[in-house]
């Protein structure tokens, strides 16, 4: 094997066919950077939904004296109701733990989140923030309908809601967001293969003279076939290495901008982006290689 | 050397056969010429010869092998052992007189200091001294062929097949081309020749085999072009 032989021969290659091997380069790198773009997304979304589930919880509203609604017509809730909601909702199955947020508390959270809107604050009186229970379920998704439908039906219960529930158009949100970019990415996918296999023709094409003597003299099929084999897979690890790039970009300027909307903090993680990162070479060296290998085997027959 | 039994070879969508029930035998070291009108089978004999074209019925045997056995994968172990020279040369016009040659070696993988060294013998071989860094369109066609030929012989074939290689050659050229062909044929190596060049075919005294309408229609040893005897 004359590597150095070889080399020559994929970089006359490459050259001359430049303007196909940039526009290549390009496809490759806007496509596999979208493709990681879709399955950064992915990540976040999934810690996010992880971090979630273990805070979201059931939160029982308890009627006030100022609670002006049907559940309520008894007025505030008495010491005993209290009592039997709360032990009952510990003995369910489905409960971790039960915590009680008393008026007094809800108030003073109240006047921290809206801090910005000091008149709204100003008039609310700490007697119209329910007091509550925070109910901590095993299963967020599975439990929060069965054990709010069995709480909601106790005396001195106002509102039973599932923070999940506001949660849901959130992911729903994210996860169209993703798709969209997972569905331009194959799209994009579909070009890059026609366009390498577009690439090794014209490619094919232009040394014809160099491959037919080549086989004349008995070269094997293997060594015919290298530098066209090269050409595609040093094309696409161009795209790769720029994909890469846009990928850093992608994961520090933008979904780590991101994070500054939450008030939590769930950041990808280096190892996160190093694995899409490998994923898309991998997805790029395999298209670009098994493209050329399959369109070799219709223009270089022996 | 080449062995031909019963060969019979119809091209798709054709209804003559290119070739028909073509038998002969080349022995080791022979030089023949093989002469005959436009479509009367030269090129499709050389061709099964090369195993780019399958007979479709009879058996070629090739420096030993059996071609129907031999898989395809090891067609080049066969081609490498066959030299060959066109009418029109095939050159790279990118590669000088000494790229040109080497090529034929580096991609079978032969190591760059056994190219260094037989690659300038061929050339002297060929009576191209000094001329080893002239690129192919600052040559004259005799010297074009020259380099096809060297290219042909760098890795000692024992087969060398020539498709009218004086076809574009002025008949003064012709016969330093055809002592260069006879002196690749004293090394051994079994020369066949297609041609059309009557004079070349009378001057050279040797094996001639005529085709018509894909037939063998004469086989003469020390042979001339026409039909005089």
């Not at chain 1, 007025?75 to 009680?100: A, C, M």
């Not at chain 1, 160099?210 to 094997?220: K, N, P, Q, Y």
């Not at chain 1, 060594?223 to 994961?251: R, T």
């Not at chain 2, 290219?151 to 260069?180: H, Q, W």
Request: aromatic share 8%; hydrophobic share 45%.
């Amino acid at each position: 094997m004359r590597a150095q032989f070889v080399l020559s021969e994929v970089w006359i290659g490459l050259r001359r066919n430049l303007t196909m091997t940039i526009a290549l380069v390009v496809v490759v790198a806007i496509s596999l950077s979208l493709l990681g773009t879709g399955l950064l997304f992915v990540k976040q979304v999934d810690n996010t939904r992880t971090y979630w589930q273990s805070r979201v919880q059931l939160s029982v509203y308890l009627c006030s004296s100022q609670a002006f609604i049907q559940q309520c017509k008894d007025g505030q809730i008495t010491n005993s109701e209290q009592q039997t909601i709360q032990q009952d909702l510990q003995q369910l199955p489905q409960v971790i733990s039960v915590t009680y947020v008393s008026q007094e508390q809800a108030w003073r959270q109240f006047q921290s989140e809206f801090a910005d809107s000091p008149t709204l604050v100003r008039y609310t009186s700490p007697s119209q923030i329910p007091s509550s229970f925070e109910v901590k379920l095993k299963n967020a998704e599975a439990d929060a309908a069965p054990v709010s439908q069995i709480v909601d039906g106790y005396a001195g219960v106002a509102q039973v809601v599932d923070d999940s529930s506001i949660l849901d158009n959130f992911y729903k949100l994210l996860d169209g967001a993703r798709n969209a970019v997972v569905i331009i990415a194959i799209f994009l996918l579909v070009a890059a293969i026609l366009l390498v296999a577009n690439t090794i023709r014209l490619s094919a094409f232009n040394r014809r003279r160099e491959t037919s003597i080549m086989r004349l003299v008995g070269a094997s099929n293997f060594y015919v076939q290298l530098p066209f084999l090269a050409e595609g897979m040093i094309a696409g690890l161009f795209g790769w290495l720029v994909a890469s790039g846009l990928l850093i970009a992608v994961k520090s300027l933008w979904l780590n901008g991101l994070q500054a909307y939450f008030p939590y903090g769930v950041v990808l993680s280096s190892s996160d982006l190093i694995e899409v990162v490998i994923i898309a070479l991998v997805t790029g060296l395999l298209i670009c290689g098994s493209t050329s290998f399959l369109t070799l085997r219709r223009y270089l027959r022996v | 050397m080449i062995h031909f039994d019963n060969v019979t070879k119809t091209y798709p969508n054709q209804g003559r056969p290119a070739l028909e029930n073509v038998n002969l035998d080349v022995e080791k070291g022979e030089f023949v010429f093989l002469v005959g009108p436009s479509g009367s089978g030269k090129s499709t004999f050389l061709r099964l010869v090369l195993k780019e074209e399958r007979p479709s019925e009879g058996r070629i045997h090739v420096a030993g092998r059996d071609l129907a056995r031999l898989t395809n994968w090891k067609v080049p172990q066969l081609r490498r052992r066959i030299g060959c020279v066109f009418q029109d040369f095939r050159l790279l016009p990118n590669k000088n007189v000494y790229q040109n040659i080497a090529f034929a070696l580096e991609v079978i993988g032969k190591p760059r200091r056994f190219i260094r060294k037989v690659v300038p013998e061929v050339i002297d071989l060929v009576g191209l001294e000094g001329k080893r860094d002239r690129m192919p369109d600052e040559l004259s066609g005799g010297e074009q062929q020259r380099v096809a030929m060297a290219r042909a012989f760098v890795n000692r074939p024992m087969i060398l097949l020539a498709d009218e290689p004086t076809g574009n050659i002025d008949p003064a050229t012709s016969i330093g081309i055809m002592k260069v062909l006879d002196r690749i044929n004293r090394t051994g190596t079994t020369v066949v020749m297609a041609t059309h060049d009557a004079a070349i075919v009378d001057s050279m005294r040797k094996r001639v085999i005529e085709l018509e309408y894909g037939k063998v229609v004469r086989d003469q040893s020390r042979g001339v072009y026409g039909q005089a005897y």
